[in-house]
Nanobody
Framework: QVQLVESGGGLVQPGGSLRLSCAASGFSFSSYAVSWYRQAPGKERELVAFITRAGGFTSYADSVKGRFTISRDNAKNTVYLQMNSLKPEDTAVYYC???????????WGQGTQVTVSS
């Protein structure tokens, strides 16, 4: 019943921008912190950004600090990842994730492809 659906990926030029969305359903969205992860071919999945339940605290991987911004709109059950100054090394499938702290179950979306290429 818990479902996360990513969207907004695509092909962009280096230096370009893209905004990803993660739409949630089937649970009390405002009670959950959310993370964005990414995985490039042949590489392990890495944590990109994190946001707390009310959006009062965020954190980022060093590789994206100053370029990416995570935010959320609890009224719309949606988390966003604004990506600016994109680099080819940002190319990956991007996933959103949330964890039920009571059951310790992780929920993942299906991912959205981001390709940065000139």
């Amino acid at each position: 019943q818990v479902q996360l659906v990513e969207s907004g990926g695509g092909l962009v030029q280096p230096g370009g921008s893209l905004r990803l969305s993660c739409a949630a359903s089937g649970f009390s969205f405002s009670s959950y912190a959310v993370s964005w992860y990414r995985q490039a071919p042949g590489k392990e999945r890495e944590l990109v950004a994190f946001i707390t339940r009310a959006g009062g605290f965020t954190s980022y991987a060093d590789s994206v600090k100053g370029r990416f911004t995570i935010s959320r709109d609890n009224a719309k059950n949606t988390v966003y990842l604004q990506m600016n100054s994109l680099k080819p090394e940002d190319t990956a499938v991007y996933y959103c994730n949330t964890r039920d702290r009571l059951t310790m179950i992780d929920y993942w979306g299906q991912g959205t492809q981001v390709t940065v290429s000139s």
